[in-house]
């Protein structure tokens, strides 16, 4: 099962990278099509963003591929560590875990609105898109519920592993 999943990450990871570098490589040659096409911004009304607005964009979005590549190595090495009962190495696997999928959410919340709202802070009128006030509240707040929970988790077996470590010292 640890193999299928490890298969699983590294497959995610790579589509995700691929989507990532298909949207921002041609950028390279001017074309911002695929930029505003994932969020759903019409080009046409939208003033050409400026180099340093692009650089920003692409930045969130290598952040949001190293964040989950962070969370896909934490899980390797838990997944490493738990047939050992090695509890200490497995708190600290799923403790980086948990941050890096918080920072994955962070991400994602920082592209849809915050680049969002970058990309049309200068515009006016009604082709102005609005923004959701329930944005935090989808599908990506998984992430964040999941870092939490493994926090909590990665605080419980660091835990056990003072308990255990105090107990060999007892016996």
């Known amino acids: 099962m640890s193999v299928f999943a490890r298969i699983s990450m590294i497959a995610c990871l790579l589509g995700i990278a691929v989507a990532v570098a298909g949207i921002w ?4 040659s001017g074309d911002v099509t695929e930029v ?7 080009e046409g009304t939208l003033p050409p963003p400026s180099l340093a ?11 949001l591929v190293v964040s989950l590549g962070c969370a896909f190595w934490s899980i390797h090495k838990a997944l490493y560590h738990a047939p050992r009962r090695a509890f200490g190495d497995l708190a600290r696997a799923l403790s980086h875990c948990a941050w890096s999928l918080i920072a994955f959410w962070s991400s994602l919340i920082l592209i849809d609105p915050g680049y969002v709202w970058v990309l049309t802070r200068n515009m ?32 419980a077996l660091a835990k056990a592993q003072e308990i255990a470590t105090e107990n060999d010292h007892f016996l």
């Open 124 to 155: 006016t009128g009604p082709d102005k898109p609005e923004l959701d006030p329930f944005i935090f509240v989808d599908t990506s707040f998984i992430m964040l519920v999941l870092g939490i929970a493994l926090l909590a988790v990665s605080r």
């Open 36 to 42: 505003l096409d994932l969020l759903s911004l019409d």
């Open 53 to 63: 607005v692009l650089g920003l964009g692409f930045a969130l979005c290598l952040f």
């Open 25 to 28: 490589v041609p950028v390279l």
